[in-house]
């Protein structure tokens, strides 16, 4: 039978600081008929990402914010429960922006639009290896730093989703690398499964950056901002190169994405380059980094953490708990009580 209701989370007022209880509302809605066209899609699975913090506040970013009254914007997987579109069957698994809802009306394909799942893929991987997290892990890696084999690599916030992948990206390219991350857990999750050395950042950072890096970090996948780029940029190799993917120490609040760091003449010094970058701005490239990670997943090459947190009614504070460095791996909702393998 198909559903008539729809229970979504849509943003009540935006944050100055903290995600609340109440900064979003939970709504139900009558759905409507479809047009031609148009798939219903059941959401099985959100994926959490630390930038979708951004889109809560006024400013244009990367993106448009959110507005007032609307559904949460963000990545999910889902099957396909109505349809009168043949391109997407009943029962066709898919991903895109479903947005946090239990149901989510397909129109349109394409990198902004909700696409079929590729035959013998889980859905949940499209949210993880082969989303946002992989695809921005191996771009930063391979196309905005060039990182090799004769590269000494720094990663911050190495147990998350995108920092995971993108140390093990840049050890699979020959380099020697060192994670930071915040607990003792999560540095011997990065160091017995991800594969690479990894230092709790609570500890004295500035001697394990140099006992691992007498001469410089060659290249900087910076995820974190604030101390930790301060002191990646005090430890910087000449010509060094420095990928800047997040900030999330400064919390991603209304007041702004932190300051910048005091010692950014250590680029002049070190006749070295800081750039920014969002993995959408290479979309050209998504083809071979898609063929590469795959290759890599199917020979065992490349694992990943997934942190689930069960219900819609959670996605706020599974949003907000990444700031406080309460996840290990990907953040991914569980929305519905459809399995997230494809069949």
């Known amino acids: 039978m198909t559903p008539t209701t729809n229970r979504r989370l849509v943003l009540r007022h935006r944050p100055v600081d903290r995600i609340e209880p109440g900064t979003f509302a939970l709504e139900e809605q009558q759905i409507a008929p479809l047009a ?31 507005g007032i009254g609307e559904v949460m914007r963000g990545s999910g997987v889902g099957r396909v429960v109505a349809t009168r579109d043949p391109s997407l069957p009943v029962g066709q698994w898919v991903y895109g922006t479903l947005g946090w809802q239990e149901y989510a009306v397909a129109e349109g394909q394409g990198l902004f639009g909700v696409n079929p ?26 196309r905005v730093l060039g990182v090799g084999e004769d590269d000494t690599v720094l990663v911050t916030a190495a147990a998350g989703s995108v920092g995971s992948l ?22 011997d999750w990065v160091s017995d499964v991800a594969g690479f050395d990894c230092v709790d950042y609570h500890h004295d950072l500035a001697d394990a950056f140099a006992a691992f890096a007498p001469d ?20 910087l190799a000449t010509h060094g190169r420095i990928a800047l993917c997040g900030s999330v120490s400064s919390g991603y609040t209304a007041s702004g994405y932190g300051t910048g760091p005091a010692n950014y003449m250590q680029l002049a010094f070190k006749r070295a380059r800081m750039e920014g970058f969002i993995f959408l701005d290479h979309v050209a490239d998504f083809p071979a980094a898609l063929g590469e990670l795959a290759g890599w997943v199917g020979a065992g090459r490349l694992t990943w953490a997934e942190d689930v ?14 700031f406080d460095g309460n996840n ?16």
């Open 36 to 66: 031609e066209g148009q798939a219903l899609v059941e959401v099985a699975w959100l994926g959490i990402d630390a930038t979708q913090r951004t889109w809560l506040n006024e400013g244009v970013t990367y993106i448009d914010p959110v």
């Open 117 to 142: 799942v590729p035959p013998g893929i889980d859905p949940r991987q499209m949210l993880t290896v082969f989303g946002v997290s992989g695809l921005t892990a191996y771009v930063g890696i391979d």
């Open 166 to 187: 993108a140390g093990q990206i840049a050890k699979l390219r020959g380099a020697r690398v060192l994670g930071t991350a915040g607990s003792a857990a999560k540095v």
């Open 216 to 235: 410089g970090f060659t290249a900087v996948f910076d995820n974190v901002g604030g101390t930790q780029l301060e002191l990646a940029l005090d430890h």
């Open 309 to 322: 947190v069960c219900g819609l009614d959670e996605a706020p504070a599974a949003l907000q708990g990444i």
């Open 328 to 343: 290990l791996g990907k953040r991914l909702v569980r929305v519905g009580a459809t399995e997230g393998n494809a069949d």
